[in-house]
C-alpha cells in the first residue's frame, strides 16, 4: 500500500491541475493529499470496508490522462451507448476531461450555470468557492481524498433560485484507452431554493482494458428544490470503480437517489446524505446486478441532524454465477431530532448456490420520538412461483428471467426517465439471460 500512495502522490506532483494558484483551491487539494498520503487507502480492518478488499486495485498503479484536443472525432464509439429517445442537455467526459465536440449543451434554460469543473476553477467561479468540498463528512476516506488532491475536471452545475429544467441534465464519463488510466471526475450539483432537476451521471467504458475510476459527485439541495439524481455505472468487466456521492440537504428539499450498479470488477458506491433543516426529505434507491466473479458493494449513511425529517431506503440485488455483494446501510439520528422517519429495506435474489451477500442494515438512534425500521432479506427464486409458471408452459430459464425481472423492477421503475428504464430492462436482459429484450425470452 506504502508503494501504492507515493506512486500517486508523485503522479500528482507532475501534473499541472486546473486552478492551479488559487490560495483557496490549492489548500483544499493539498489538505486531500495531506490526509491521503496520512492514512491511506481503506483496509480490510475497516469496519467499513471489511467485506472489499482492494488489493487487486491496488497491484497495478494507474496513471492520470492528459487532456485530449477538444475537436477530436470520437463519436463512433459513442453512439450505441446514448440512451435511445433519451432528450437531455449533454455533457461528455473522455477518460476523464471534457469533450465540447461530443457534447449537446445547448437550450440550457436562464438562471443555470453548467460547465466543465476544469473551466468554473480556472474561472474562480464563487459558487465554487463556496461549495467544493463543504458536503464531506470529516472521515471521508482515502478514496475520496485521492480525488480531492486532484481535482481536475468534471461538472460543475448551478440551478439558480425559481428555475425548474424540463429537460434532464446527463453526464457520460468514457473510458476509452488501451486501459491502465486513472480517471477522476469531480462534480459539483447546486441546486438554488424552490428549483426542480434531474441529473443523469453515467460511467461506460468502449475499451475492454483494466483502469480505475474514482468519483467524487457532491449535492447540495437548497431550501424548497426537488431533485432526482441518477447515477448509472456500467463499466467493463475488467474495470474498477469507486465512487463517492454526498449530499446535503436544507429545509423543505426533496432529493430521489437512484443508484443503479451494473458494471466492473470491483465497484464501490459510498453515499452519504446529511439533512441539515427540518421537513427535508430523502428517497434512496438501488438495484444491482452481478455475474461472474464481480464484486458489488454499496455503503450508504444517511444523518438526521435535526427534527421531521424523512428517509426511505430501498436497495435490490440480483447476483448470478460466483458474484458477491455487500450492502452497508446505517441510519443516524441525532439527539434532539425528533419525529424523525427513517425506513432501510435491503432485499437480495441469488440466483446460483455460489453467489454470495453480506448485508448490514444498521440503526443509530440518539433520540426518542422517532419512527424507525430496517430489514434484510437473502433468498431465491420461489418454487411454486417456477412452479406456477412452468405448469403454463413456460421453460426454465423463460420463468427465471421473468421472475427475476418482476424483483429488480420494483427499483427500476421507480426512476422517472422513461428512456432511462427501458435502457436498464435491456441491461439485465443482456446480462443475466443473454438476451437484448426480456421479451425474447417469451
Same mark, same amino acid.
Request: net charge negative; aromatic share 8%.
Given at each position: 500500500?506504502?508503494?501504492?500512495?507515493?506512486?500517486?502522490?508523485?503522479?500528482?506532483?507532475?501534473?499541472?491541475?486546473?486552478?492551479?494558484?488559487?490560495?483557496?483551491?490549492?489548500?483544499?487539494?493539498?489538505?486531500? =493529499?495531506?490526509?491521503?498520503?496520512?492514512?491511506?487507502?481503506?483496509?480490510? #480492518? *475497516?469496519?467499513?470496508?471489511?467485506?472489499?478488499?482492494?488489493?487487486?486495485?491496488?497491484?497495478?498503479?494507474?496513471?492520470?490522462?492528459?487532456?485530449?484536443?477538444?475537436?477530436?472525432?470520437?463519436?463512433?464509439?459513442?453512439?450505441?451507448?446514448?440512451?435511445?429517445?433519451?432528450? /437531455?442537455? @449533454?455533457?461528455?467526459?473522455?477518460?476523464?476531461?471534457?469533450?465540447?465536440?461530443?457534447?449537446?449543451?445547448?437550450?440550457?434554460?436562464? &438562471?443555470?450555470?453548467?460547465?466543465?469543473?476544469?473551466?468554473?476553477?480556472?474561472?474562480?467561479?464563487?459558487?465554487?468557492?463556496?461549495?467544493?468540498?463543504?458536503?464531506?463528512?470529516?472521515?471521508?476516506?482515502?478514496?475520496?481524498?485521492?480525488?480531492?488532491?486532484?481535482?481536475? %475536471?468534471?461538472?460543475?452545475?448551478?440551478?439558480?433560485?425559481?428555475?425548474?429544467?424540463?429537460?434532464?441534465?446527463?453526464?457520460?464519463?468514457?473510458?476509452?484507452?488501451?486501459?491502465?488510466?486513472?480517471?477522476?471526475? #469531480?462534480?459539483?450539483?447546486?441546486?438554488?431554493?424552490?428549483?426542480? /432537476?434531474?441529473?443523469?451521471?453515467?460511467?461506460?467504458?468502449?475499451?475492454? #482494458?483494466?483502469?480505475?475510476?474514482? =468519483?467524487?459527485?457532491?449535492?447540495?439541495?437548497?431550501?424548497?428544490?426537488?431533485?432526482?439524481?441518477?447515477?448509472?455505472?456500467?463499466?467493463?468487466?475488467?474495470?474498477?470503480?469507486?465512487?463517492?456521492?454526498?449530499?446535503?440537504? *436544507?429545509?423543505?428539499?426533496?432529493?430521489?437517489?437512484?443508484?443503479?450498479?451494473?458494471?466492473?470488477?470491483?465497484?464501490?458506491?459510498?453515499?452519504?446524505?446529511?439533512?441539515?433543516?427540518?421537513?427535508?426529505?430523502?428517497?434512496?434507491?438501488?438495484?444491482?446486478?452481478?455475474?461472474?466473479?464481480?464484486?458489488?458493494?454499496?455503503?450508504?449513511?444517511?444523518?438526521? @441532524?435535526?427534527?421531521?425529517?424523512?428517509?426511505?431506503?430501498?436497495?435490490?440485488?440480483?447476483?448470478? *454465477?460466483?458474484?458477491?455483494?455487500?450492502?452497508?446501510?446505517?441510519?443516524?439520528?441525532?439527539? &434532539?431530532?425528533?419525529?424523525?422517519?427513517?425506513?432501510?429495506?435491503?432485499?437480495?435474489?441469488?440466483?446460483?448456490?455460489? /453467489?454470495?451477500?453480506?448485508?448490514?442494515?444498521?440503526?443509530?438512534?440518539?433520540?426518542? %420520538?422517532?419512527?424507525?425500521?430496517?430489514?434484510?432479506?437473502?433468498?431465491?427464486?420461489?418454487?411454486? =412461483?417456477?412452479?406456477?409458471? @412452468?405448469?403454463?408452459?413456460?421453460?426454465?430459464?423463460?420463468?427465471?428471467?421473468?421472475?427475476?425481472? /418482476?424483483?429488480?423492477?420494483?427499483?427500476?421503475?421507480?426512476?422517472?426517465?422513461?428512456?432511462?428504464?427501458?435502457?436498464?430492462?435491456?441491461?439485465?436482459?443482456?446480462?443475466?439471460?443473454?438476451?437484448? #429484450?426480456?421479451?425474447?425470452?417469451?
Amino acid at each position: 500500500m506504502t508503494t501504492a500512495v507515493e506512486h500517486y502522490v508523485a503522479a500528482r506532483d507532475a501534473l499541472v491541475l486546473p486552478g492551479a494558484g488559487l490560495d483557496w483551491l490549492d489548500q483544499l487539494r493539498d489538505a486531500g =493529499a495531506r490526509r491521503f498520503s496520512e492514512k491511506g487507502f481503506p483496509t480490510l #480492518r *475497516d469496519e467499513n470496508w471489511r467485506y472489499t478488499n482492494i488489493r487487486p486495485i491496488l497491484k497495478q498503479n494507474f496513471n492520470p490522462v492528459a487532456a485530449l484536443d477538444g475537436s477530436t472525432g470520437r463519436a463512433e464509439g459513442l453512439s450505441q451507448h446514448l440512451l435511445p429517445g433519451l432528450r /437531455a442537455h @449533454r455533457f461528455v467526459y473522455v477518460d476523464g476531461h471534457y469533450m465540447q465536440a461530443l457534447s449537446d449543451v445547448t437550450g440550457l434554460p436562464q &438562471g443555470v450555470d453548467a460547465m466543465p469543473m476544469a473551466d468554473a476553477v480556472n474561472h474562480g467561479l464563487d459558487g465554487v468557492k463556496t461549495w467544493l468540498g463543504a458536503c464531506m463528512p470529516e472521515d471521508r476516506g482515502g478514496f475520496t481524498d485521492l480525488n480531492t488532491a486532484y481535482i481536475e %475536471d468534471g461538472l460543475y452545475l448551478h440551478v439558480g433560485r425559481g428555475c425548474h429544467l424540463e429537460k434532464p441534465i446527463e453526464v457520460v464519463f468514457i473510458s476509452t484507452e488501451p486501459g491502465g488510466q486513472l480517471i477522476q471526475p #469531480r462534480n459539483l450539483f447546486v441546486l438554488g431554493e424552490n428549483t426542480r /432537476a434531474h441529473i443523469i451521471e453515467r460511467y461506460i467504458s468502449l475499451a475492454g #482494458r483494466s483502469h480505475l475510476t474514482n =468519483a467524487v459527485t457532491e449535492l447540495v439541495a437548497c431550501r424548497a428544490s426537488v431533485v432526482e439524481h441518477t447515477r448509472l455505472q456500467e463499466e467493463g468487466a475488467d474495470a474498477f470503480h469507486v465512487g463517492g456521492v454526498f449530499m446535503r440537504l *436544507d429545509g423543505d428539499a426533496r432529493v430521489v437517489s437512484n443508484n443503479v450498479a451494473l458494471g466492473s470488477m470491483i465497484a464501490r458506491t459510498n453515499l452519504h446524505v446529511v439533512l441539515q433543516e427540518e421537513r427535508a426529505c430523502c428517497d434512496l434507491y438501488g438495484v444491482y446486478l452481478g455475474n461472474g466473479r464481480q464484486h458489488i458493494d454499496n455503503f450508504t449513511q444517511v444523518d438526521h @441532524r435535526v427534527p421531521n425529517c424523512t428517509s426511505d431506503e430501498f436497495y435490490k440485488g440480483v447476483l448470478d *454465477d460466483r458474484a458477491r455483494a455487500v450492502f452497508h446501510g446505517r441510519i443516524i439520528v441525532r439527539e &434532539g431530532a425528533q419525529k424523525t422517519d427513517a425506513q432501510q429495506q435491503n432485499r437480495n435474489l441469488l440466483l446460483s448456490g455460489h /453467489a454470495e451477500v453480506d448485508t448490514k442494515p444498521q440503526l443509530e438512534i440518539y433520540a426518542d %420520538d422517532v419512527k424507525c425500521s430496517h430489514g434484510a432479506t437473502i433468498g431465491q427464486l420461489d418454487d411454486s =412461483a417456477m412452479f406456477y409458471l @412452468r405448469s403454463r408452459g413456460l421453460d426454465e430459464t423463460t420463468a427465471r428471467g421473468m421472475l427475476t425481472y /418482476a424483483f429488480a423492477a420494483d427499483v427500476i421503475n421507480r426512476i422517472s426517465s422513461a428512456p432511462v428504464r427501458d435502457h436498464l430492462e435491456g441491461e439485465l436482459g443482456r446480462k443475466l439471460f443473454g438476451v437484448e #429484450r426480456l421479451e425474447e425470452l417469451v
